[in-house]
């Protein structure tokens, strides 16, 4: 073999394994951060967590990525206000979601976004395979909790996959149009400034109160800022359909944060899908290790 070719191929392998740790270590803080999230609900609301969470990270990565204003084109304005209308869209129907059903529940039926839309871009036979098994896995795991669900609560969890599917498309074109963070800190504060009519009214006089305040700046720094910085240099390494079928760590992530954090027991179906959904995702990086995200999306 060419030493240039070898060195190139692990060189790209070395970045793949790179780009899960960055995707496992996000969903592992933003679990943690919806925790938080809900905890919260009583004093602030879920819309005015919403705001207080997109608020705080664009003001962080506003300062992080000091992004310029001019020099960008007009296609590349439109990626980051379509991203920061998805990230608030998303980040809403996710914690309406999370005040009607339980956290494992809820993010279950939000993967089936990325899911979806994993198959759909693949464009081969062992994309299927794996995101079957993830399926299965995903259903598994919310065996322990359907009773709970409720009509508001599953359509709202719905709007959220749906949107996830968005995020995970939106932010790739933005990655590649902007500069280091420069885009997704453009981004957050559009979704920010669309989340304050919301999120205020919401949240009323619980603004006034700097230690709830405060916890929404800890829930914005987990669940948002570290999350979607990671997930944005993931996905230049990545195709949308291993990092969609990745994304499926998600509720073994969120069951297990539910049962730490706010004392939501795991059952021995949702450890079997807790298992299936790691496998598939195991499974979608080796079947996409020939691929590259500039092939899918181009």
Known sequence: MNPLSAASADGARSGRSSAVILVAAGLVCQEVGASLAVMLFPQVGPLGMVMLRLVFS???LLLIARPRLRGHSAGAWRAATMFGGVLALMNGMFYLALSELPLGVTVTIEVLGPLTLSVVTAGTRSAWLWAGLAAVGVGTLGGGGWDRLTVPGVLFALGAAASWAGYILASARVGRAFA????LALAMAIGALLSLPFGIPDAGAALLRIDLVGLGAAVAVLSSTIPYALELMALRRLTPAVF??????????ATLAGFVLLGQRLTPLELTGIALVIVASAGAVWAGRRRTAAEVLL
């Open 180 to 183: 280091r963070l420069d885009g």
């Open 244 to 253: 969609g079928v990745l994304m499926s760590l998600g509720p073994a992530t």
């Open 58 to 60: 664009a003001l962080i």
